[in-house]
C-alpha cells in the first residue's frame, strides 16, 4: 500500500524519500508530477532542512511540517535552470527550518486545495 496524506480535501499518495540518496534525489528529472500525488521525505529524527530545486523540471508546492502541523509552505517554486547546484536558491527562503517531514507537491496545490500554514498533516504511512 502507498503511503498517503490529507492535505486540505484532498487525499495525496506519497512516495517516500528516507535515505540520504533518496532525500538528495527527491523528485529530480520528473516532467511531470499529478495533482494527487507527491513525494513526502522523512527526517527522524527533527532537524533543519533547506529544499533546491537543481535538475528539477517542473514547479513545486513544498510543505514543511513538524509536530504534525504545517509550519511553512514554499508555493509554486521554479525549477533551478543553472548548471551549478550552488546557484539555485534554498527554500524556504528565509533559511534552514526544522521539521520531521517536508511534502512536494504539484506547484499551486496549497492555493487550490486551501492547505495553509498552522494545518495539521495526518500521514497514513505503512510500517
Not at 38 to 50: K, Q, S
Not at 78 to 100: A, F, I, L, M, Q
Request: one cysteine or more; glycine letters at 8%.
Amino acid at each position: 500500500m502507498m503511503p498517503t496524506v490529507k492535505l486540505g480535501n484532498e487525499e495525496v499518495k506519497l512516495e517516500v524519500a528516507e535515505t540520504d540518496a533518496e532525500i538528495q534525489q527527491g523528485l529530480m528529472y520528473r516532467t511531470a508530477l499529478p495533482e494527487t500525488q507527491g513525494m513526502v521525505f522523512l527526517f527522524n529524527p527533527p532537524r533543519p532542512v533547506a529544499f533546491w530545486m537543481y535538475h528539477c523540471f517542473i514547479s513545486l508546492d513544498m510543505v514543511f511540517v513538524k509536530d504534525g502541523k504545517i509550519i511553512k509552505i514554499s508555493h509554486d517554486v521554479p525549477p533551478c535552470k543553472s548548471t551549478d547546484p550552488n546557484e539555485c536558491p534554498r527554500y524556504p527562503s528565509e533559511g534552514e527550518v526544522e521539521v520531521s517531514h517536508v511534502i512536494e507537491l504539484a506547484g499551486g496545490f496549497c492555493e487550490r486545495h486551501g492547505v495553509k500554514e498552522g494545518d495539521s498533516v495526518t500521514f497514513n504511512l505503512p510500517k
